[in-house]
């Protein structure tokens, strides 16, 4: 069943009703059932549910008084299920009691706990009935019998109420309850209920700051009969801290660590209740006066007489009230706090289950209990982007896990251990593992990245402890992590979810919590091509639909068999059909250097395959052959899928292609796929090409000169250092020398460059490069790095993403200078090539080898490229080699400092 727009009258056909009438009479339900057949009926969808009422009705007090009178109290209660609807008049008919053969002699109302003005009742002697009649919502009343010459034993009573309510724009509706009960003598001429808070959370009771634990205690005294009273006396008698032990109750004493912090009376009650010549006396347990209140006492704007403590720190409280002059009811309110440190120890505090009070009002007694909960250890996780792409990399995603500590109702934290859990279909690059807050008392201590089951985890240790609850907006500890997160594009649109759990030293167990996220994908049909085994290196090109990419091909090389894998996911919601793919090679040398080697047919698909020599589209040319033997060169082929493909459906489709040996340089050509297919009756086309070339020839490169001439305008700037001295052109260098040479790209053309690759290749140089490496503590696995030598490294490779009109970018590289060379000369050059732009070739700084006696290499845990953070432990490593023919002494090593870093004493070492 479809809901329609608001206020809509929608057209149902309903082909039963069961309408159930209830009478309440005599204990009996009478239920009849209405059947409409096949009957049309308007049916408002945005129609409220029926207004009910019910009434629960019973004998609260019955006892006797002075001079052989007999007090007996009726409880009503009238009930709606839309208890927030205005009233516009309600009316009852309430018969009176019969006590043993006896009507009462006088009777007095209680409408919700103030006596009932006689205006609004009347007693019809005919039918021994009081009618009631009010234009305000009442939701108890208590109706107070007297009866003469009687006393208070066990009786039989009727009890019979009819109501009837009208509400605002609505019929009046009416409900009655009728019971018959055997009482006995019950309650007292003056009456307490007590409540307290229901519950609050111990935090504070451990924490090491002086912070309270504030909860309110409230009293409701109910005056029923004014006769030969002595004062209305409040006292508490006990209270104390609870917890149970299989079937024993341990009851311990609070050591006086509650505490009054004001009292709140209502003036209007007061008055009303007490009379003008009313006192109220508040004394403390060694009844020493604290306040007296009387008619003259100020309320405040909410008509409230309060009386704060302030820093007396009442721990008992008697409060004193001169005998009433009317009926009713009149409440106390007290506001009271828990001290931070109330003389047990901790695992005395987890113990203990509730704080129970008793309170006497002459001979009434309420008890009162509010549970003290144990604090709970919470983490929360969100993600600044909630919706990822799996078409493109999502870059610099912050996921802030935040410690929960800002309230008592958690816990605080020790040496804490944080686990994140990725889903497999993301691949996680973490950039940055930042702690924001609360340094002082909790610190990182290791962060790495572990995988386990195809599923990358972040693992991050704090070590500390957490002595007080955190006051500040980020509502505790925060750590964020930045990454990029990337999926393979064939993901289908789904909800995803981060998994997070927390250790807290200070709790049992782990708190664990999810952090979900939608993925995105394209909707309709997604088309991926896969480019592989192009080259010796094994790289990999992934266009997605009509993107377009740049293959180069190696010359004269050998022959190579290369694959092309496309992946069809249809994302509509529903099928699509006729679908078909054509690949092409075309070659615009028209030298027939690569052609088609195989196709493969999906698995789970029945195809058809046909192959041309030419150049085709997607149409029934005579030139598609349906076998390949025929063909010397295949430069198409066509593949249709006779089988629908569904929704949320993937088919794999692959081709093998022929990359002939000794290409030329110059070489241009295309591979293209078209993929055609039919949904809900339209014909779509999605194109997709890879552009193939190679290199030019050595005789069209163009040489420019380290100062930073324009090349074509693009300029480069090289300049080296090693240590504090700048090197140039002709300057002398050592065997085992650092060198760092810094690269300056300007781009002066008149458009942005993007793609931008340097290639540096150096002679007689040993190239430093970043090494990861797994290291594991405590059995977790880190993610490490160390800088050092790579002999096997024979160039090294610089990127820039893009690079505006105007704009200027550094690079840089590390070497060191070879010994015992046979020609001793460093020199080299630095290759750049960018999309779109032509390649080019820039000699690089030329300096003679002198032979040396020693060398000194650093080592370095982290790069430019790699975060560190604040008191961590850094190692570093100076090495000194001997590399000459004879015995050196007297060696001095001086090893420059980083700016903000701070060297630790091998004494230092040796004491942590």
Request: glycine share 4%; with cysteine.
């Given at each position: 069943?479809?809901?329609?727009?608001?206020?809509?009258?929608?057209?149902?056909?309903?082909?039963?009703?069961?309408?159930?009438?209830?009478?309440?009479?005599?204990?009996?339900?009478?239920?009849?059932?209405?059947?409409?057949?096949?009957?049309?009926?308007?049916?408002?969808?945005?129609?409220?549910?029926?207004?009910?009422?019910?009434?629960?009705?019973?004998?609260?007090?019955?006892?006797?008084?002075?001079?052989?009178?007999?007090?007996?109290?009726?409880?009503?209660?009238?009930?709606?299920?839309?208890?927030?609807?205005?009233?516009?008049?309600?009316?009852?008919?309430?018969?009176?009691?019969?006590?043993?053969?006896?009507?009462?002699?006088?009777?007095?109302?209680?409408?919700?706990?103030?006596?009932?003005?006689?205006?609004?009742?009347?007693?019809?002697?005919?039918?021994?009935?009081?009618?009631?009649?009010?234009?305000?919502?009442?939701?108890?009343?208590?109706?107070?019998?007297?009866?003469?010459?009687?006393?208070?034993?066990?009786?039989?009573?009727?009890?019979?109420?009819?109501?009837?309510?009208?509400?605002?724009?609505?019929?009046?509706?009416?409900?009655?309850?009728?019971?018959?009960?055997?009482?006995?003598?019950?309650?007292?001429?003056?009456?307490?209920?007590?409540?307290?808070?229901?519950?609050?959370?111990?935090?504070?009771?451990?924490?090491?700051?002086?912070?309270?634990?504030?909860?309110?205690?409230?009293?409701?005294?109910?005056?029923?009969?004014?006769?030969?009273?002595?004062?209305?006396?409040?006292?508490?008698?006990?209270?104390?801290?609870?917890?149970?032990?299989?079937?024993?109750?341990?009851?311990?004493?609070?050591?006086?660590?509650?505490?009054?912090?004001?009292?709140?009376?209502?003036?209007?009650?007061?008055?009303?209740?007490?009379?003008?010549?009313?006192?109220?006396?508040?004394?403390?347990?060694?009844?020493?006066?604290?306040?007296?209140?009387?008619?003259?006492?100020?309320?405040?704007?909410?008509?409230?007489?309060?009386?704060?403590?302030?820093?007396?720190?009442?721990?008992?409280?008697?409060?004193?009230?001169?005998?009433?002059?009317?009926?009713?009811?009149?409440?106390?309110?007290?506001?009271?706090?828990?001290?931070?440190?109330?003389?047990?120890?901790?695992?005395?505090?987890?113990?203990?289950?509730?704080?129970?009070?008793?309170?006497?009002?002459?001979?009434?007694?309420?008890?009162?209990?509010?549970?003290?909960?144990?604090?709970?250890?919470?983490?929360?996780?969100?993600?600044?982007?909630?919706?990822?792409?799996?078409?493109?990399k999502n870059e610099n995603v912050q996921i802030l896990v935040t410690l929960q500590s800002n309230s008592n109702e958690y816990d605080l934290y020790k040496n804490p251990k944080i686990e994140m859990v990725f889903p497999e279909e993301l691949k996680i690059d973490i950039k940055n593992i930042t702690q924001l807050n609360l340094e002082e008392e909790l610190i990182i201590k290791e962060a790495g990245i572990k995988e386990e089951e195809n599923r990358k985890m972040v693992r991050i240790a704090l070590e500390g402890e957490q002595k007080n609850y955190s006051k500040n907006l980020n509502q505790g500890i925060q750590i964020a992590i930045i990454a990029d997160i990337q999926m393979d594009p064939t993901t289908s649109p789904r909800e995803s979810k981060i998994e997070v759990s927390c250790i807290n030293e200070n709790k049992q167990g782990e708190s664990k919590v999810e952090c979900p996220f939608k993925i995105h994908s394209k909707y309709g049909v997604l088309m991926?091509?896969?480019?592989?085994?192009?080259?010796?290196?094994?790289?990999?090109?992934?266009?997605?639909?009509?993107?377009?990419?740049?293959?180069?091909?190696?010359?004269?090389?050998?022959?190579?068999?290369?694959?092309?894998?496309?992946?069809?996911?249809?994302?509509?919601?529903?099928?699509?059909?006729?679908?078909?793919?054509?690949?092409?090679?075309?070659?615009?040398?028209?030298?027939?250097?690569?052609?088609?080697?195989?196709?493969?047919?999906?698995?789970?698909?029945?195809?058809?395959?046909?192959?041309?020599?030419?150049?085709?589209?997607?149409?029934?040319?005579?030139?598609?052959?349906?076998?390949?033997?025929?063909?010397?060169?295949?430069?198409?082929?066509?593949?249709?899928?006779?089988?629908?493909?569904?929704?949320?459906?993937?088919?794999?489709?692959?081709?093998?292609?022929?990359?002939?040996?000794?290409?030329?340089?110059?070489?241009?050509?295309?591979?293209?796929?078209?993929?055609?297919?039919?949904?809900?009756?339209?014909?779509e086309t999605t194109v997709s090409n890879v552009r193939l070339t190679t290199r030019k020839g050595q005789e069209e490169i163009f040489v420019a000169s380290k100062e930073g001439e324009a090349l074509d305008g693009v300029k480069l700037e090289i300049s080296a250092m090693s240590g504090n001295q700048s090197l140039k052109d002709g300057d002398v260098v050592k065997e085992g020398q650092g060198i760092r040479y810094q690269l300056r790209v300007t781009n002066q053309t008149d458009r942005t460059l993007s793609n931008i690759v340097l290639e540096a290749t150096n002679t007689n140089a040993i190239y430093y490069d970043l090494i990861e490496y797994q290291e594991s503590v405590d059995f977790i696995n880190f993610t490490k790095y160390k800088i050092e030598e790579n002999e096997a490294l024979t160039s090294k490779i610089l990127k820039i993403d893009s690079l505006a009109i105007g704009e200027t970018k550094e690079v840089s590289y590390q070497i060191s200078v070879k010994?015992?060379?046979?020609?001793?000369?460093?020199?080299?050059?630095?290759?750049?090539?960018?999309?779109?732009?032509?390649?080019?070739?820039?000699?690089?700084?030329?300096?003679?080898?002198?032979?040396?006696?020693?060398?000194?290499?650093?080592?370095?845990?982290?790069?430019?490229?790699?975060?560190?953070?604040?008191?961590?432990?850094?190692?570093?490593?100076?090495?000194?080699?001997?590399?000459?023919?004879?015995?050196?002494?007297?060696?001095?090593?001086?090893?420059?400092?980083?700016?903000?870093?701070?060297?630790?004493?091998?004494?230092?070492?040796?004491?942590?």
């Amino acid at each position: 069943m479809k809901k329609g727009k608001m206020g809509q009258v929608v057209v149902l056909v309903i082909l039963l009703i069961s309408i159930s009438i209830v009478v309440l009479g005599k204990g009996e339900i009478v239920s009849t059932a209405i059947e409409i057949m096949g009957k049309q009926q308007n049916y408002n969808m945005e129609a409220e549910e029926p207004i009910t009422m019910g009434i629960e009705q019973c004998i609260e007090k019955y006892l006797e008084l002075e001079d052989n009178q007999v007090l007996l109290q009726q409880k009503i209660e009238i009930s709606t299920n839309h208890q927030e609807k205005q009233r516009e008049k309600e009316r009852l008919q309430v018969k009176v009691p019969n006590l043993q053969g006896k009507e009462p002699e006088r009777i007095a109302i209680l409408a919700d706990g103030k006596l009932l003005e006689k205006s609004h009742y009347q007693y019809d002697n005919e039918n021994k009935e009081i009618k009631i009649e009010t234009t305000n919502k009442i939701d108890t009343y208590k109706i107070i019998y007297t009866y003469l010459e009687q006393t208070a034993i066990e009786a039989e009573v009727q009890l019979i109420t009819k109501a009837n309510v009208k509400f605002e724009k609505t019929e009046e509706i009416e409900s009655q309850d009728e019971k018959t009960m055997i009482i006995s003598p019950v309650g007292e001429k003056i009456s307490i209920q007590g409540e307290m808070t229901k519950e609050v959370y111990k935090g504070y009771l451990y924490e090491a700051r002086e912070n309270e634990t504030e909860y309110e205690e409230s009293y409701k005294i109910e005056v029923s009969s004014t006769q030969n009273l002595e004062g209305m006396n409040l006292i508490k008698e006990k209270e104390v801290y609870t917890y149970w032990i299989g079937e024993e109750k341990i009851e311990r004493h609070t050591n006086q660590s509650t505490y009054y912090k004001q009292t709140i009376i209502n003036k209007e009650e007061y008055l009303r209740i007490l009379g003008e010549e009313g006192r109220i006396i508040l004394q403390n347990a060694q009844d020493e006066l604290i306040q007296e209140i009387t008619k003259e006492t100020q309320e405040d704007e909410n008509g409230n007489i309060v009386i704060c403590y302030q820093d007396k720190e009442i721990k008992d409280l008697k409060i004193m009230m001169t005998n009433p002059v009317s009926l009713g009811e009149i409440k106390v309110y007290n506001q009271k706090a828990i001290k931070s440190q109330i003389g047990y120890e901790k695992q005395e505090i987890e113990k203990i289950e509730c704080l129970e009070s008793n309170i006497r009002l002459n001979g009434s007694v309420t008890n009162m209990e509010m549970k003290l909960q144990e604090t709970k250890s919470e983490i929360k996780v969100s993600m600044d982007k909630n919706d990822l792409s799996a078409l493109q990399k999502n870059e610099n995603v912050q996921i802030l896990v935040t410690l929960q500590s800002n309230s008592n109702e958690y816990d605080l934290y020790k040496n804490p251990k944080i686990e994140m859990v990725f889903p497999e279909e993301l691949k996680i690059d973490i950039k940055n593992i930042t702690q924001l807050n609360l340094e002082e008392e909790l610190i990182i201590k290791e962060a790495g990245i572990k995988e386990e089951e195809n599923r990358k985890m972040v693992r991050i240790a704090l070590e500390g402890e957490q002595k007080n609850y955190s006051k500040n907006l980020n509502q505790g500890i925060q750590i964020a992590i930045i990454a990029d997160i990337q999926m393979d594009p064939t993901t289908s649109p789904r909800e995803s979810k981060i998994e997070v759990s927390c250790i807290n030293e200070n709790k049992q167990g782990e708190s664990k919590v999810e952090c979900p996220f939608k993925i995105h994908s394209k909707y309709g049909v997604l088309m991926i091509n896969e480019i592989q085994n192009y080259n010796q290196t094994q790289d990999t090109i992934k266009t997605i639909d009509d993107e377009e990419a740049n293959i180069e091909l190696e010359i004269k090389k050998e022959e190579r068999i290369g694959s092309k894998t496309t992946t069809i996911m249809n994302y509509y919601e529903n099928p699509i059909s006729g679908v078909s793919i054509v690949g092409t090679i075309i070659d615009e040398e028209e030298s027939s250097k690569i052609d088609f080697n195989d196709i493969i047919i999906p698995e789970n698909k029945e195809a058809k395959i046909y192959y041309s020599d030419q150049i085709l589209s997607n149409d029934n040319s005579e030139y598609w052959k349906e076998t390949k033997e025929e063909i010397e060169s295949i430069k198409s082929y066509k593949i249709v899928i006779k089988d629908e493909i569904q929704p949320g459906e993937r088919v794999t489709l692959k081709s093998l292609f022929h990359i002939a040996e000794n290409l030329e340089g110059g070489m241009t050509g295309n591979l293209q796929n078209t993929l055609e297919y039919d949904y809900l009756e339209n014909t779509e086309t999605t194109v997709s090409n890879v552009r193939l070339t190679t290199r030019k020839g050595q005789e069209e490169i163009f040489v420019a000169s380290k100062e930073g001439e324009a090349l074509d305008g693009v300029k480069l700037e090289i300049s080296a250092m090693s240590g504090n001295q700048s090197l140039k052109d002709g300057d002398v260098v050592k065997e085992g020398q650092g060198i760092r040479y810094q690269l300056r790209v300007t781009n002066q053309t008149d458009r942005t460059l993007s793609n931008i690759v340097l290639e540096a290749t150096n002679t007689n140089a040993i190239y430093y490069d970043l090494i990861e490496y797994q290291e594991s503590v405590d059995f977790i696995n880190f993610t490490k790095y160390k800088i050092e030598e790579n002999e096997a490294l024979t160039s090294k490779i610089l990127k820039i993403d893009s690079l505006a009109i105007g704009e200027t970018k550094e690079v840089s590289y590390q070497i060191s200078v070879k010994e015992g060379v046979e020609d001793p000369t460093l020199t080299g050059e630095i290759r750049i090539t960018a999309e779109n732009q032509e390649e080019k070739v820039i000699s690089n700084i030329r300096n003679k080898i002198e032979k040396a006696k020693i060398k000194a290499t650093t080592k370095f845990l982290y790069s430019e490229t790699v975060p560190i953070y604040e008191k961590v432990d850094i190692p570093f490593d100076a090495q000194v080699k001997n590399i000459s023919n004879q015995e050196l002494k007297d060696i001095l090593v001086e090893v420059p400092i980083a700016k903000g870093l701070e060297v630790a004493t091998p004494e230092e070492l040796r004491n942590e």
